[in-house]
């Protein structure tokens, strides 16, 4: 591993934190090798890489591995620098950006986790805080056409991946994106528009799928 | 001198923080690191000043940095923007590679090692022994990160030293109120020199509460602690 050059991806292809790397190193046009992962049985390189956490994604850069989404995707940013910027240059936009993205970390998984791993009332509160959270980052949002501005940046890198489970947190929690965030739909369209964008979605039915195996698995269903 | 850091001079610098808060601790230090001019405006957070709902509407917490207008949030990301926005000392290192294994680590003493040591303080039988246990596990996985080295940053102290601020002087005084010996010399040497390294640095002993009041706040507080298992600065 120590002396390869290149560029490799372990993920693993629900993954939102996987995509959000996916799409960082497409808006860069760098080339890497993706390797799927079976998170049941950790490969050693995973292990290897990875040995804290053994959590997918991680990108190895000629041999050297980098753990966590957020900082997976700063890395990207400062390294291939000389392409679509990702962070604003200015330290205070930057700042709002990671903020913004930090949120949605802080925030948007777990909830979302709670909305499929829960039933009855807690689930119901699952419902409202993820509206409340979907209505925040909406008004974030505001008119702009990407949470930065004018070009898709950080914070739309951050959170576009959760796109892909709109769908299973709108069934299971039986209301509608659309009705209570609907600048944030038109949003996800423009987002979906961009290659990077398209090239990392899945198809958010499959998404559905794999929660209700993981209900089964947590016994949930 | 350049206009863009004369005009950065002309702005006021506030810091809505906490005497006694670990986080709060790691805004000013990276602020003095800069030796930039704040003032520090400190909140009573059982009674939230306007000002801090107003530059923090979201998680309405210390620290908050106040550059001219322009409010920042959350420790991590002050401490970034202070080494970003502000000239002089290297808070993060300046290679990509070096700065995403600062901020690895940092993020590691936020979600592992700060919370398996905070339970272990507040939790009894098996619950604690459990989390005694993980926190030992945390402890030794960050100490391995100091061979070689004297701070976290290298010769210096840096983002990583910063965000474990709350072990080099907090842990002490809440595994003292705790009646727990978690941390110690036996155990972790090279951590224990660290802190002591960390806490004699000019910038960061300006920063610290005095370990007396601390330890009697944390005392006053324990019941309520142990109860909630929320940090109580108020």
């Known amino acids: 591993m120590a002396s390869e050059k290149g560029v490799t991806l372990l993920d693993f292809w629900v993954s939102p934190f996987g995509q959000r790397a996916r799409i960082a190193l497409a808006e860069k046009g760098v080339h890497y090798e993706y390797k799927e992962q079976n998170l049941a049985e950790k490969s050693d390189l995973l292990l290897k890489s990875n040995p804290v956490y053994k959590k997918i994604p991680v990108l190895i850069h000629d041999g050297k591995p980098v753990c966590e989404s957020l900082i997976i995707v700063q890395y990207i940013d400062e390294v291939w620098s000389d392409k679509s910027p990702l962070l604003p240059s200015d330290p205070y936009q930057k700042a709002q950006a990671r903020f913004w993205a930090d949120f949605v970390d802080k925030k948007v998984f777990d909830c979302g986790t709670r909305l499929w791993k829960l039933k009855g009332e807690e689930q119901e509160a699952a419902k409202k805080e993820m509206i409340e959270i979907l209505q925040l980052l909406e008004a974030q949002l505001g008119d702009k056409k990407y949470f930065g501005g004018d070009t898709f940046g950080y914070v739309d890198v951050a959170f576009i991946p959760f796109n892909n489970w709109f769908y299973s947190y709108e069934t299971l929690g039986n209301f509608s994106i659309e009705a209570v965030a609907p600048t944030l739909v038109e949003w996800v369209e423009r987002c979906k528009e961009r290659e990077s964008v398209a090239k990392t979605i899945y198809d958010p039915k499959k998404v559905y799928e794999f929660v209700g195996y993981l209900q089964k698995k947590f016994g949930v269903a | ?234």
Not at chain 2, 124 to 129: H, L, S, V
Not at chain 2, 141 to 165: H, M, N, P, Y
Request: glycine share 6%; aromatic share 10%.
């Open chain 2, 1 to 234: 001198m350049p206009q863009e850091r004369e005009k950065q001079m002309e702005e006021t610098v506030k810091l809505l923080g906490t005497k006694g808060s670990p986080l709060s601790h790691r805004a000013e230090v990276a602020l003095r690191l800069k030796e930039v001019k704040f003032e520090f405006l400190n909140e009573d957070l059982a009674h939230k000043s306007d000002m801090l709902l107003r530059y923090n509407p979201i998680h309405k917490k210390v620290p908050v940095l106040v550059h001219g207008e322009k409010p920042i949030a959350e420790s991590l990301i002050v401490i970034e923007y202070v080494d970003e926005a502000f000239e002089g000392y290297n808070i993060l290192p300046r290679d990509p590679y070096e700065r995403a294994m600062a901020r690895f680590w940092a993020r590691f003493i936020d979600e592992k090692v700060i919370p398996a040591f905070w339970m272990s303080c507040w939790t009894d039988g098996e619950t604690q022994k459990g989390f005694i246990a993980q926190s030992k596990e945390t402890l030794t996985t960050l100490q391995r990160q100091l061979e070689g080295k004297r701070f976290f940053g290298g010769d210096s102290i840096g983002l990583v030293d910063l965000a474990g601020c709350m072990i080099a002087f907090w842990f002490a005084v809440l595994q003292e109120v705790a009646g727990i010996n978690l941390l110690n010399e036996e155990d972790y040497p090279v951590l224990c020199r660290w802190a002591e390294d960390y806490c004699r640095v000019g910038a960061v002993s300006e920063s610290l509460l005095d370990r007396n009041l601390l330890v009697a706040h944390f005392a006053s507080k324990k019941e309520r602690i142990f109860a909630t298992k929320a940090p109580v600065y108020d």
